[in-house]
């Protein structure tokens, strides 16, 4: 049986892995039947226990996906919505920015979440998570410089507003996991398996947009790194539920090494499709992860 600490590197590794799944899968592509595509591979598999329960009438036995009444399906399509929303902010900012920089600003979400729980829920940080925070937003300012390099200029480039607009939904979004896992009680499959289904029909209105009006400007090309996004997601989500559920598990050490994902991603941005700059790039990111490590530590 393999350790909480191993567990984490593993998740880490394959989220690392979903990212790179996504730049390829959205690269010169059309964004909204990507995610389509992608949504759908997750409720399709999600589907298969969900139909099991419904059929054999055990839901008992299984995940207990079918013991939610109609507030719990209505918060759970809420959680849908945001991610959607988040998700799409977050492809189109991707297609359209080096992954060496998009996925170090989605990785600024620590400083959003802690933000969001000082002013929503009146959580008081610790000197070392105002040291972290002040940290990331150093990183940050750091990496708008270096995009300068690339013709990026931060405070007027839509992508990047796109990415933080998806960073601050999704910050959001784990504040509103914390009052469905811890308020409400409801268990993290279930949640993943319904914020996948319902995840669908959130995306399909966004496609017929598409269909309708961009389908010739951006024609969709199918990439069998599009349905690897959602299985890679799953791998990892689920690898982190484990390692977190284990009793002896420190979330101090998870969240950080979890953070750690962003080098896998950058690397392959720089070896794989050549991005410039590497060496400030490499700076900004070690600052970052210092910082999200001050956040989840204290």
Partial sequence: ?????????????????????????????AVAPVLLANVSTAALIWSIPVA???????????????QLGAIEHLQLFLKSAMVGTSWMFAFVALKNLPISIATPIRATSPLWTIL??????????????????????VSFYAF?????REGIHFRHNRAVWLMVAATLVSSFCGLYDKFLL????IKPAVVQAWFSIY??????????????????????????????????????????FVAVSDPEALISVISPLRRCSIVIPFLFGILALKEQNWRAKSVCIAILIVGAFLISVA
Avoid at 12 to 19: D, E, N, R, S, T
Avoid at 20 to 26: D, F, N, P, Q, S
Wanted: a positive charge; one cysteine or more; charged letters at 15%.
């Fill in 199 to 240: 995840l669908v029909p959130v995306m399909i209105p966004m496609s017929l947009v598409w269909w309708f009006r961009d389908r010739q400007k951006t024609p969709f090309k199918w990439r069998w790194s599009i349905p690897m996004i959602a299985i890679l997601l799953l791998i990892a989500d689920y690898v982190y």
């Fill in 1 to 29: 049986m393999l350790s909480w600490y191993s567990l984490t590197l593993i998740a880490a590794v394959f989220l690392g892995l979903y990212g790179i799944a996504k730049k390829h899968a959205v690269d010169e592509n």
């Fill in 144 to 148: 708008s410089k270096v995009g300068r």
């Fill in 116 to 137: 969001l729980a000082v002013s929503f829920a009146n959580e008081r940080p610790m000197v070392a998570q105002w040291v972290g925070m002040a940290l990331i937003m």
């Fill in 182 to 185: 811890q308020t409400v009680g």
């Fill in 52 to 66: 099991w329960e419904v059929l054999s009438g055990e839901s008992d036995v299984g995940f207990g996906l079918c």
